[in-house]
């Protein structure tokens, strides 16, 4: 008989609880890891509400058990895969590409069409204790690196992905758009590159946080800057703020969309090619994983202060459905160890 162990499984739309399931068996190139931390963030959410487009266009398909923000220790190897693995300390990549097609070969695997998705898409999530993975997609933690900002690492991947679109540095005047753990992380990468930053927010209430990881100004959607930066991050899941975005922009400036709105946002590209703007989207902390961890190891940026509140997998439902709370921070943590 199979060992069962416990995991977090959305059955339908906002239903969802813990069930037990087969403990994951590593194949050929793959680990087990035993999960310390999960971080729960908006994709995480979407996947209970199907609100994520993913749904629609055939990604992603209930019953499925989410998690991919996440850090803890590899207890199991499968054929192939060096032993010296067994007993590290590990973060790794959502974004798990084919390994065969042209985008993959070119470094690209995380807009691979037949990619999955750890936790949103084709692949079960670390809301369990116990996650199976490739070995390929593995980040070592060294100890400057707790367990928190462990499992910030992929927001952090993410984040400093946008900061480098945006060319943030010294002299760099930049505007963030939302102050949620992608626009604070963000925040704090920019400012660690020297960059001005500034954070616009819908209320007064994340001033102090936003501040505290680099912001030298916080406005308000009510009382938005009135001027123009050298470049801009949308971090936010407004449909209002693209355009809003655009405008905030420096003519010849930069502007970074990162983050996703539930419904379409609508921007008139004239004022791209007439204020001869650069536009960027992210998707996925891929390339930035390595230099996150860096960054938190040798204290550049501190992102634990996003992640106040550390819950069990009995509590993680709660959490989904936005019945916790988060205290000063932005984010929920499961420790299925809990």
Known sequence: MARLM???????????????????????GQVTVD??????????VEL?????????????????????????????????VDPRWVGER???????????????????????????????????GALAE?????????????????????????????????????????????????????????????????????????DPGR???????????????GEPPPGTYDAVIDATTDEAVPALALRSAEPAGRVVFIGLSRKASLVDTREVALNDLTVTGILGASAGLASAIEHYADGRVDPGPLAQVVVGLDRAALAL????????GTKIHVDPRL
């Not at 069930?19 to 994951?24: H, I, L, N, T, Y």
């Not at 609100?51 to 266009?57: G, S």
């Not at 989410?66 to 803890?72: A, K, L, Q, R, V």
């Open 207 to 221: 001033e102090e946080l936003a501040k505290s990881f680099g912001a030298s100004r916080y406005w308000t959607t």
């Open 321 to 328: 459905a936005g019945r916790l709370d988060p205290g000063a």
């Open 35 to 44: 999960v310390h931390r999960v971080g729960i963030c908006g994709t995480d």
């Open 48 to 80: 209970f509400t199907r609100e994520l487009p993913y749904f629609e266009q055939g990604k992603s398909r209930f019953p499925l058990c989410p998690g991919h923000e996440w850090c803890g220790t590899v207890s199991a190897a499968g054929t192939g």
């Open 90 to 124: 590990v973060t790794g990549d959502t974004m798990l590409g084919c390994g065969r097609c042209r985008r993959c070969a070119t470094g690209r695997h995380h807009v691979c069409a037949d990619r999955r998705e750890i936790g949103i898409a084709g692949w079960p």
């Open 130 to 202: 116990k996650l199976l993975v490739p070995v390929g997609s593995l980040y070592r933690l060294p100890a400057a690196v707790d367990d928190r900002a462990g499992a910030l690492v992929e927001p952090g991947g993410n984040a400093l992905r946008a900061v480098r679109a945006a060319q943030a540095a010294a002299g760099t005047r930049l505007l963030v758009w939302g102050p949620g753990s992608i626009g604070l992380l963000a925040t704090a990468f920019a400012a660690a590159a020297s960059a001005d930053v500034h954070v616009v927010g819908p």
């Open 6 to 28: 416990r995991a977090l499984m959305i059955d339908g739309t906002r239903s969802a609880g813990v069930r037990d399931v087969p403990v994951p068996v590593p194949g050929p």
